[in-house]
């Protein structure tokens, strides 16, 4: 069997190195030492100022929302994970979708002045696969219009643009350090901004809006993580040099069997670097995906349609909208196995299959 994801485990010993001294120190939760120790490392590998870790992604969007105090309607892309969604509703304002780039596949910054309104308050894009947003435009119009930005960057770990590090744009950009994410403490998530005040801001909102033991300065909540989730993210960030020559390796021989195949690959940013965090293609046709998807299946090799079907027309709390590139990709994208422990010999096997349903 071939599972579209198999998260990454480091040696059973390197994480139970960390457990001791949770033992020792009895020290389990609330901004430990190995939280702390997390947030440190993190900054340097990703050259950033400031970060805070957090209970997971969903939370890390939701707290980026509150601390940017904003309302109304906020312009978004229907071609990400529901949460990107979920949380501007959940944070009592509006989505509102932009049509997606049907090159890039994230939102089409030039879409975005006209869906302006005397209610919008922000941008929240999500950097597709990775792959970087026009940052540079959708900094302009939101300067140009007074609005904050937000990147969902759950996908986009270690991808650098410009010299630097993806998460430096925007007022504030979150990852995801969700077990299926490229790297991973189990469950978490970042919150990242270049501001201090809104650092101190969301690190009060990360801890119930405390500022001393009976005093509150925010409405909070919690989102903090525990010392448990802090030990996997630092035995796994031993292994990131590993994990991104391993993903490029298989990215690579996708490419070179799939040379052939009937599929695009998103295109991505030509200054940015690359984390190859999914493997995604675009096929000619549902109809085809849905073949392709079946003739996998019978050989146990399990593919995802990722993001499927458009969050402008799935959920239930949002009115339903038909967005041409959007519902047209959203049905033609299939995301193919990728992670540490896939062998060449199994990429070969997926892609002869492919092969073979484009030629029956
Ligand atoms: C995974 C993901 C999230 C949510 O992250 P969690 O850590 O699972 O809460 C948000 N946005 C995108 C684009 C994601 O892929």
Not at 59 to 75: P, S, V
Not at 133 to 147: G, S
Not at 233 to 255: F, M, P, V
């Amino acid at each position: 069997m071939i599972p579209i994801t198999k998260p990454f485990l480091p040696k059973q010993e390197e994480y139970e190195a960390f457990l001791k001294g949770i033992w020792q120190r009895q020290w389990l939760t609330n901004m430990g030492p190995l939280a702390n120790e997390l947030e440190m490392k993190l900054k340097n590998h990703l050259k950033l100022k400031h970060l805070l870790f957090v209970t997971n992604g969903t939370i890390a969007l939701q707290m980026a929302i509150k601390a940017l105090n904003l309302k109304g309607e906020i312009i978004t892309t229907p071609f990400s994970f529901v949460a990107s969604t979920s949380s501007i509703v959940w944070e009592g304002c509006e989505p509102v979708f932009v049509d997606i780039d049907n090159e890039s596949l994230n939102i089409d910054a030039t879409k975005i002045e006209a869906a302006i309104t005397k209610h919008t308050t922000a941008i929240l894009a999500t950097h597709v696969y990775g792959n970087p947003c026009d940052v540079l435009a959708i900094e302009k119009i939101a300067k140009k219009h007074n609005l904050k930005v937000i990147y969902d960057g759950a996908h986009a770990f270690g991808v650098e643009i410009y010299g630097k590090s993806i998460f430096e744009y925007g007022d504030i950009s979150t990852c995801s350090l969700h077990a299926t994410k490229l790297y991973h403490s189990t469950e978490g998530g970042l919150v990242v901004t270049k501001d201090p005040d809104l650092l101190k801001k969301m690190a009060y909102i990360r801890n119930f809006g405390f500022v001393g033991p009976e005093t509150f300065a925010e409405l909070g909540i919690n989102g903090k993580n525990s010392e448990f989730h802090a030990a996997m993210g630092l035995a796994n960030l031993e292994h990131i040099q590993t994990i991104h020559q391993k993903r490029k390796e298989l990215t690579d021989s996708y490419d070179e069997h799939l040379n052939h195949f009937k599929a695009f690959k998103p295109k991505w940013h030509s200054e940015a670097s690359i984390n190859y965090a999914y493997y995604p293609i675009v096929l000619e046709s549902e109809a085809f995906l849905l073949k392709c998807m079946e003739d996998l299946k019978s050989k146990e090799i399990y593919s995802r349609r990722y993001f499927y079907p458009s969050l402008s027309m799935a959920l239930p709390y949002v009115k339903n909208e038909s967005l041409d590139i959007t519902d047209d990709i959203s049905k033609r994208v299939l995301c193919l196995p990728l992670y540490v422990d896939l062998s060449k010999e199994e990429i070969a096997m997926i892609c002869s299959v492919l092969l073979s349903s484009q030629n029956h």
